[in-house]
């Protein structure tokens, strides 16, 4: 990982951790998932409030007065609130996407959940995508969230990422597992 990145995530996580025990301790834990809900909405369909995290011709005063001013009108909790406004005090908004990852994170560790990012050939339906949650959950014990994506690289099957564990039932994967067997036979 390079030392930028890995020092964005270092603070992010910081944040997050913070944010989460004051979330914990004020029982607005369900408030602060709102509000991450909210913000990741705002980061993918926001190009302006991309460039207000991110750019660095906004001072202090501009980005802490643009955030209090959204964090209003997205009526974020005042935790979140006071968080974003610190951030842009300490000219750290540019790590709101680890935030907000991290803080999602912290969540669903703590409610006992994880997360199946799940890359399938075509869409999964509904009763795949349950079936699929089920069998992942007999499996490693735990509530899952599915994060679908689609690849029609891959020909059919599935690439299941559950944290540090991969498989990959793909097509794709098992051509190319034939296709380097046949090479080591010639």
Known sequence: MSEPASISTGIAQRYATAVYDLAVD???VKAIETDLDALSQTM?????????IHSP???????????TALAKKMKLSPIMSNTLALMATKRRLFVLP???ASLRDIIAEAKGEVTADVTSAKALTKAQSDKLAKTLKARFG???????????SLIGGLVVKVGSKMIDTSI???????????????
């Open 26 to 28: 004020g029982k607005k």
């Open 44 to 52: 993918a369909d926001s190009g302006d409030f991309n460039a207000l």
């Open 57 to 67: 011709i906004y001072s202090r005063e501009a980005q802490g007065k643009a955030i």
């Open 98 to 100: 680890q935030l907000v």
């Open 142 to 152: 735990k509530t899952v969230t599915i994060n679908a994506t689609v690849d029609e």
């Open 172 to 186: 794709r994967s098992k051509l190319n597992s034939l296709q380097n067997a046949m090479k080591e036979v010639g």
